[in-house]
C-alpha cells in the first residue's frame, strides 16, 4: 500500500518539480537532471514525502538546495582551472588557449547591427538597461510605466536572440 502511494505522490509531483526546475535552468538536460535528483533525496524520507501536506514546498527547498550546490561546485570548479592556468603562467608556459581578434570584431560588429535594428525607443530602454539602469529609473527617465519598460525589454532580448542565432551554443 505504501509503494503505491509513494508512486503516486512521485507522479503527482514531477509535473510540479519540472515546473519549478524551468525557474532555475531553461536546459532540459539540466531540469530533468533536477527533478530526478530531487525524487531521489524525497524517496530518502518517504515519511516525510507521505505525510506532508505541503509537499510542493518541501520539493522546491529540496530543488532549490540542490541547483545551488552544484552552481557553488561549478563556481568552485572554474575558480580552480583559473588558477591552475595562473600557476602554469607563472612557470612561463603560454595560455592554453588564444584569442582570434577578427572574429571578436566580426561578432560586435553583428551585435551591433541586430541592436540598430531595434525601434529607436526600445533600442534606448535596452542600452539604460543595458548599462545596469534599474526598471523603476528607465521608466522615469521615459516617462512609462514600469510593466512596459519590462515588456519592451523582453521583446528587444527575444529579436537580439533571434538576429542572433548564429552563435547560439548547441551543447
Known amino acids: 500500500m505504501i509503494r503505491l502511494q509513494l508512486t503516486q505522490k512521485i507522479e503527482n509531483s514531477k509535473v510540479l518539480l519540472t515546473k519549478f526546475a524551468y525557474k532555475f535552468t531553461s536546459d532540459p538536460d539540466q531540469v530533468a537532471d533536477l527533478v530526478q ?7 530518502r524520507h518517504t515519511d516525510e514525502l507521505l505525510s506532508n501536506p505541503k509537499v510542493g514546498s518541501w520539493l522546491y527547498v529540496i ?3 540542490i541547483y545551488i550546490n552544484q552552481y557553488r561546485k561549478a563556481q568552485n ?3 580552480y582551472e583559473q588558477s591552475e592556468i595562473s600557476a602554469l603562467r607563472d612557470q612561463g608556459c603560454l595560455e592554453p588557449y588564444t584569442y582570434n581578434q577578427a572574429e571578436n570584431r566580426f ?4 551585435i551591433q547591427i541586430a541592436m540598430n535594428r531595434l525601434p529607436a525607443d526600445t ?22 510605466p514600469e510593466g512596459t519598460i519590462k515588456t519592451r525589454i523582453f521583446h528587444a532580448k527575444k529579436m537580439l536572440r533571434k538576429s542572433l542565432a548564429a552563435y547560439e551554443r548547441k551543447n
Open 37 to 43: 535528483e530531487t525524487l531521489i533525496r524525497a524517496v
Open 63 to 65: 530543488m532549490k538546495n
Open 77 to 79: 570548479r572554474m575558480l
Open 107 to 110: 561578432t560586435a560588429a553583428d
Open 123 to 144: 533600442y534606448e530602454i535596452f542600452t539604460m538597461y543595458m548599462e545596469g539602469f534599474k526598471y523603476r529609473e528607465i521608466a522615469e527617465h521615459c516617462d512609462m
